[in-house]
């Protein structure tokens, strides 16, 4: 099977919503309807940003493509994780080495010189500068995050000519809520996707995301009225560009597929780790917690200490084996997740009201992490599958592109 592919990410889209409200999703749940769709796909290991789009990029786990967390150890402190950390070809360059026209529209953990058209993700900035250990980001990657690459010129017809055009924060008035700029940042990127794929050029594989469903489920709370408004904008979006493919008449020379990066879920309680163990280096992924030790002595001080508050030690086995002694893995009990204080100063208090009243990253195998999926368009099979492995996606999009199963030995779903 060989077609042209645009893959769209929607962020933070968990099974368990779309099954507790389809009747919000009839573009999303129509293009199920009439391909294959997978009810759960399993998260990564551990349910978040950075690791869920890597694994969905090579089709492999963290333990093998590096990136195991959205921030990982380097130089004794947790940075950012960047698409130069994942150590396994991605779907991106499997397909630029097969001589395939790669473009990606502002897709996270791809890189610039896997395509033949780049523009970086709308949050990227923010997520580098938000880091607490944004020191560690050196001030040339932050000019990056600026940068399109479009040497044939072919933004120009649709208006993205300035390198700064797609960037949430400058697409508006200064003052202008993030909350806005986001979601205009997400139509610029559905739009301009749509626009390539009825050019006279269209790329053979476009990689685009959908970032505010995430932001405002994290903020406003899962099931929440703006969760809603946010989720059924995403499905009216993806309806969008189905209908401009359609009234081009290019609907079937593209297959689609839909995923998530991770699922999500109620939050109640904040576990602030550094204020129960004062002098740790840790990096807070939701409902996972990833601390730095120097020996097991440290690591059964850092268990004892957790343990008083439901904490459970889990197995490192998703970091890469040469790490694995220097990270340990923790998980937080329901309706908790581990955060940041919120002030630095203050460390008195080890638990609190959570700063995200909603996340993910929870434990393992829980079925709040599953995500929806997707494939639909001309030769996708008619099928429902209950449940999925999340490697089986990157498996799929090769497929899907008549590419040679270089991602992994696991079995496609269309």
């Not at 368990?16 to 919000?24: A, P, S, T």
């Not at 991605?90 to 395509?115: H, K, S």
């Not at 399109?148 to 649709?158: A, G």
Request: net charge negative; hydrophobic share 40%.
């Amino acid at each position: 099977m060989k077609k042209k592919l645009i893959a769209i990410l929607v962020d933070g889209l968990s099974a368990n919503y779309v099954r507790e409200h389809r009747h919000l999703l009839p573009n999303l749940y129509g293009l199920g309807e009439s391909g294959t769709m997978v009810d759960r796909l399993g998260a990564a290991v551990p349910g978040t940003s950075m690791p869920g789009r890597s694994c969905m990029l090579t089709g492999s786990t963290a333990a093998s493509h590096g990136v195991y967390g959205n921030h990982i150890l380097y130089n004794g402190a947790f940075k950012p994780a960047y698409p130069e950390d994942v150590g396994l070809p991605t779907i991106a360059t499997l397909a630029n080495r097969a001589g395939l026209d790669v473009a990606c529209v502002g897709a996270g953990m791809v890189r610039p010189e896997d395509t033949h058209l780049f523009i970086p993700p709308a949050w990227l900035r923010g997520f580098l500068r938000g880091s607490r250990f944004h020191k560690h980001v050196p001030a040339d990657r932050l000019e990056r995050t600026r940068v399109i690459t479009d040497i044939q010129e072919r933004l120009k017809p649709f208006g993205i000519q300035s390198p700064y055009g797609h960037e949430a924060e400058t697409l508006t008035v200064r003052d202008t809520p993030p909350v806005v700029a986001g979601f205009i940042a997400d139509q610029l990127m559905i739009r301009t996707a749509a626009a390539l794929a009825n050019s006279d050029s269209p790329p053979d594989l476009i990689l685009t995301e959908i970032s505010m469903t995430d932001s405002t489920q994290h903020n406003f709370g899962y099931g929440s009225e703006v969760a809603h408004w946010a989720i059924g904008v995403a499905d009216a979006l993806i309806g969008s560009l189905i209908n401009q493919l359609q009234q081009s008449g290019r609907i079937d020379d593209y297959a689609i597929a839909i995923a998530s990066d991770h699922g999500h879920t109620e939050i109640r309680t904040a576990i602030f780790p550094e204020a129960i163990i004062p002098g740790i280096t840790c990096e807070c992924e939701g409902a996972t917690l990833h601390v730095a030790v120097r020996n097991s002595q440290e690591r059964a001080n850092v268990t004892d200490a957790l343990r008083d508050f439901g904490v459970e030690e889990w197995t490192s086995d998703h970091i890469p084996e040469g790490q694995r002694e220097l990270i340990a893995t923790y998980v937080a009990p329901r309706f908790h997740s581990f955060e940041e204080p919120p002030d630095s100063n203050i460390l008195r208090e080890t638990t609190g009201r959570p700063q995200y009243i909603s996340t993910h990253g929870v434990r393992p195998g829980e079925p709040e992490d599953d995500r929806f999926c997707v494939f639909a368009g001309a030769g996708v099979p008619k099928v429902k599958i209950d449940k999925a492995k999340p490697e089986q996606y990157a498996a799929s999009l090769a497929r899907l592109l008549g590419l040679p199963n270089e991602i992994n030995a696991v079995e496609a779903l269309v």
